[in-house]
T-cell receptor
Framework: AQSVTQLDSQVPVFEEAPVELRCNYS??????LFWYVQYPNQGLQLLLKYLSGSTLVESINGFEAEFNKSQTSFHLRKPSVHISDTAEYFCAVSDRDFGNEKLTFGTGTRLTIIP | ETGVTQTPRHLVMGMTNKKSLKCEQH?????MYWYKQSAKKPLELMFVYNFKEQTENNSVPSRFSPECPNSSHLFLHLHTLQPEDSALYLC?????????????FGPGTRLTVT
């Protein structure tokens, strides 16, 4: 069985400062990894994903995440945050095995940007 | 605009009521999902339909009954709910049931059981 740990439930950051949201997972098999974002009063939206290839993946709005197999981590980073980044961020993992590919989500990290 | 709509957005119901949540996707997808989102808990997958066939029932109590009449519509029928069922219920769709495909979420229905 898989599990996802997001240790930080809330992260306050000053505008234009860097941020890292931590995600660790456990799984006995190869995985796909995802970050979803939920803005207030909206559903979740995919931010970025790792399926294969380069371990560093980027989103269109400046976020990046690096898959670290040895540390079983997929931390999300942004070098300079903006007010519009205020949201809840969810890390998710799924098995690569066909037929057992449901997503397992973490508890989320609420990112608050301080002007 | 995500292409996945949910109605109603808010619902208050008593424990003896029967109500239904509706989800519609306009993306041409073949898989649809119901999730339950409660405060301070991970998103819980409830049901998965792939090409209109239910492929996942994540040990959900029978007071929740899903229905998928076609690939574009998904319902969640509710009856004799408990206060602990109060939560945000999210619908999602994807190209098919493979997790490598992005899931597109609706805005959710905020359910309060009194």
């Amino acid at each position: 069985a898989q599990s996802v740990t997001q240790l930080d439930s809330q992260v306050p950051v000053f505008e234009e400062a860097p941020v890292e949201l931590r995600c660790n997972y456990s799984s006995s098999v190869s995985v796909y990894l995802f970050w979803y974002v939920q803005y207030p009063n909206q559903g979740l939206q995919l931010l970025l994903k790792y399926l294969s290839g380069s371990t560093l993946v980027e989103s269109i709005n400046g976020f990046e995440a690096e898959f670290n197999k040895s540390q079983t981590s997929f931390h999300l980073r942004k070098p300079s945050v903006h007010i519009s980044d205020t949201a809840e961020y969810f890390c998710a993992v799924s098995d690569r095995d066909f037929g057992n590919e449901k997503l397992t989500f973490g508890t989320g990290t609420r990112l608050t940007i301080i002007p | 605009e995500t292409g996945v709509t949910q109605t109603p957005r808010h619902l208050v119901m008593g424990m003896t009521n029967k109500k239904s949540l509706k989800c519609e996707q306009h993306l041409g997808h073949n898989a649809m999902y119901w999730y339950k989102q409660s405060a301070k808990k991970p998103l819980e997958l409830m049901f998965v339909y792939n090409f209109k066939e239910q492929t996942e029932n994540n040990s959900v109590p029978s007071r929740f009954s899903p229905e998928c009449p076609n690939s574009s519509h998904l319902f969640l029928h509710l009856h004799t709910l408990q206060p602990e069922d109060s939560a945000l219920y999210l619908c999602a769709s994807s190209q098919d049931g493979r997790s490598s495909y992005e899931q597109y979420f609706g805005p959710g229905t905020r359910l309060t059981v009194t």
